[in-house]
T-cell receptor
Framework: EAGVVQSPRYKIIEKKQPVAFWCNPI?????LYWYLQNLGQGPELLIR????????DSQLPKDRFSAERLKGVDSTLKIQPAELGDSAVYLC??????????????FGPGTRLTVL | AQSVAQPEDQVNVAEGNPLTVKCTYS??????LFWYVQYPNRGLQFLLK??????LVKGSYGFEAEFNKSQTSFHLKKPSALVSDSALYFC????????????FGKGTTLSVSS
């Protein structure tokens, strides 16, 4: 079974440029998460989707960040314009969304963003 | 509010010795607890979880964790460390509603020397 796929793995951009990250979750996983991981820290949630609906975006900086999951499968996270402080690893995770087994989240390899 | 504390930034162990990586948590209600491992330039890899039942949970690669409700702890353990276990370990907690976000600790770097 394929895991969570993310691309690109690495991205280097100049500040004020736009950037987009793509995520394809594990097949059949209804819940998709985007996390931000700063250096030396644990991941923090940016946004959570149940199918195509964003059910928790309270931590998403909406002035510059946007996300979509149009068909309830893959998702795109965008930053426009990027700032120096956005340099971090952006992790995508997915889960079945069922309470029964603890709803384990499985993570992709992440996209490491460097803003110059 | 939910929170997780990993009191040690780094744990150093000699190969073959037992290892413990500590985690304490704070959550209202019954906790769902998780351990993940992260190797350099890789995403987080699920190791094990506690949902309910037996306080000793066994996971991947010989790791286990002990849930202690009175001490609100969920320490990760392994009887005999390998050099290949060297990585960054994260403890995480969430409430018992499916789909809610994980709250992560800041991570503990495990270094196993040969």
């Amino acid at each position: 079974e394929a895991g969570v796929v993310q691309s690109p793995r690495y991205k280097i951009i100049e500040k004020k440029q736009p950037v987009a990250f793509w995520c394809n979750p594990i097949s059949g996983h209804n819940t998709l998460y985007w996390y931000l991981q700063n250096l030396g820290q644990g991941p923090e949630l940016l946004i959570r989707y149940e199918n195509e609906e964003a059910v928790d975006d309270s931590q998403l900086p909406k002035d510059r960040f946007s996300a979509e999951r149009l068909k309830g499968v893959d998702s795109t996270l965008k930053i426009q314009p990027a700032e120096l402080g956005d340099s971090a690893v952006y992790l995508c995770a997915s889960s079945l969304g069922l309470a029964g087994d603890g709803d384990t989240q499985y993570f992709g390899p992440g996209t490491r963003l460097t803003v110059l | 509010a939910q929170s997780v504390a990993q009191p040690e930034d780094q744990v150093n162990v000699a190969e073959g010795n037992p290892l413990t990586v500590k985690c304490t948590y704070s959550v209202s209600g019954n906790p769902y607890l998780f351990w993940y491992v992260q190797y350099p330039n890789r995403g987080l890899q699920f190791l094990l979880k506690y949902i309910t039942g037996d306080n000793l949970v066994k996971g991947s690669y010989g790791f286990e964790a002990e849930f202690n409700k009175s001490q609100t702890s969920f320490h990760l353990k392994k009887p005999s460390a390998l050099v290949s276990d060297s990585a960054l370990y994260f403890c995480a907690v969430r409430g018992n509603q499916a789909g809610t976000a994980l709250i992560f600790g800041k991570g503990t770097t495990l270094s196993v020397s040969s």
